[in-house]
């Protein structure tokens, strides 16, 4: 049948089982936002107060439920205020569809008002992008954009459709998504093969997990594989939660503001299992010395990141879950490697984490945090990107996959507080909380615009330091306390910024009890600031110097939760 392109855009989007998108309207795509309108019914549609805050809101989306989050922007302006999300998705594997609007095709090249090459901007961090030249491609574009933001790695892809595209008519006939597949066209048996033949060897076997467990909803089988291996484990940021953290296997976190034990049984391994992560610089550090007594076996969808780090004696391409079910079926028996287990036991105890005088309050603020969320039947932790997000690593207990939702890659500051309202608004019935830093909140705190508008019960605990304080915290080590710019000494009252968008806010001093306030802004059942004071030089440890060896580490940090 033949309907407008802007409505042949919104049946493909419901198609794909699209239920809400997170958008800000512009000249170059009224005629989308008139099909949204003629649909309100079929497809909920979000207005943030910016497009970065519409990626980001997409990003959390699409993590928190695995399925794709979509975004809408206009040309120009708007289209290139999407760029951080995107890169952000694309850094941390989230499958995201951007639709933009461009000027028609005659005005094409032409520099027109609010034109941009959004497809050349955004070619380094996409997955794959598009430009509408011929409205007979904007169907079958659009349904190949979905399949390939969630297919293999997952990842963001931009669809542009100019103006024209949009109010044409265009041939449309409902089609059934296409199958995700689990990508197993390069997996090999004989890969397969060595690496059992790898395990069945090693006597200290240690496994490091990443974002793609948690991508691939492989918790089951990691935790099944786990266990056949008799084997230890550790996370990067993103890996958070595909373990729990009462496993009594798991050593936490890894890598810069790692754990002593992680780091330690890392590079004290004969054989390193790498499981869907990217050996980061944040984790490796100084690569020479990286479990440089271990044999390296990394399982991975992506090929890309074999050898790009860290050489691996033995790789295994395809979706882990995939690749973990095969391993499970084929290693048989459990092995057993009591004296590894032992030792590892025996470093908890002997290096606890913890609590120095500089991350105190930060714990005592996130344990209220984690307790008050564990009375509820279900919820989430989002955060910017800071000593807060770093502390919120540290110091929550992560149970379950999907449910820390941070910007680990690129790191981006302000993620947190779009990604909260994606959460939100694809889980209503869960309590959702931003771990947020006053540096950080001020780049997206217009966002509360969008919060206090559909009336989000999100709780924003603003850990306000009056300070970037990581970066503060590298100059007072690093760089003699040349305190250059850090400073946030700007009086803003948050409590009174929240007002003003109608949210409630309320202060947490370092005098009062953290349990009592907590429990107070969640029994509100509304958005709620909470602006928490933090002592200006408190630190995130341990830490690893830059270039250092891992196990080389400044402080230690908390004991056994």
Known sequence: MKLKGAQAIVEVLVEQGVDTVFGYPGGQVIPLYDALWENKGRIRHVLTAHEQGASHAADGYARSTGKVGVCIATSGPGATNLVTGLATAYMDSSPVVAITGNVPLNLLGKDSFQEVDITGVTMPITKHNYIIKDKDDLVATLREAFHIARSGRPGPVLVDVPKNIQTDDVEYEYSQPLPVERDVRRLRQADLEKAVKMIREAERPMCYIGGGVIRSDASPELEEFLEKTDSAVCASLMGLGAV?????????????????????????????????????????????????????????????????????????????????????????????????????????????????????????????????????????????????????????RHTKPRHFITSGGLGTMGFGTGASIGVQMSHPDARVCN???????????????????????????????????????????????????????????????????????????????????????????????????????????????????????????????
């Not at 429990?519 to 408190?538: T, Y």
């Open 435 to 561: 771990v947020a830093g006053d540096g950080s909140f001020r780049m997206n705190c217009n966002e509360l615009a969008t919060i206090a508008r559909y009336r989000l019960p999100i709780v924003i605990l603003i850990f306000d330091n009056h300070c970037l304080g990581m970066v503060r915290q590298w100059q007072t080590l690093f760089y003699d306390g040349h305190y250059s710019e850090t400073t946030l000494d700007t009086p803003i009252d948050w409590v009174a910024l929240a007002g003003a968008y109608g949210v409630a806010g309320m202060r947490m001093s370092l005098d009062d009890d953290p349990a009592a306030v907590i429990r107070e802004a969640f029994s509100k059942n509304g958005p709620v600031v909470v602006d928490c004071e933090i002592p200006l030089d408190d630190k995130v440890l341990p830490m690893v110097a830059p270039g250092a060896s891992i196990n080389d580490m400044m402080g230690f940090v908390e004991e056994p939760m």
């Open 244 to 396: 729990r953290a009462d496993n009594p296997r798991f050593t936490g976190l890894v890598g810069m503001h790692g754990t002593k034990l992680s780091n330690m049984s890392v590079n004290a391994c004969d054989l390193l299992i790498v499981i869907g992560a990217r050996f980061s610089d944040r984790v490796i550090s100084k690569g020479s010395t990286f479990a440089r007594q271990a044999r390296i076996l990394q399982l991975d969808i992506d090929p890309a990141e074999f050898d790009k780090n860290i050489v691996s004696h033995v790789h295994v391409v395809g979706d882990v879950k995939e690749v973990l079910t095969r391993l499970n079926a084929m290693l048989g028996e459990k092995a057993s490697h009591p004296d590894w287990i032992a030792s590892i036991a025996h470093n908890r105890r002997r290096y606890p984490v913890k609590v120095t005088s500089e991350s105190r309050r930060a714990r005592e603020i996130l344990r209220a945090l984690g307790k008050e969320l564990r009375s509820f039947d279900d919820s989430y932790v989002t955060t910017e990107v800071g000593q807060h997000q770093m502390w919120a690593a540290q110091f929550l």
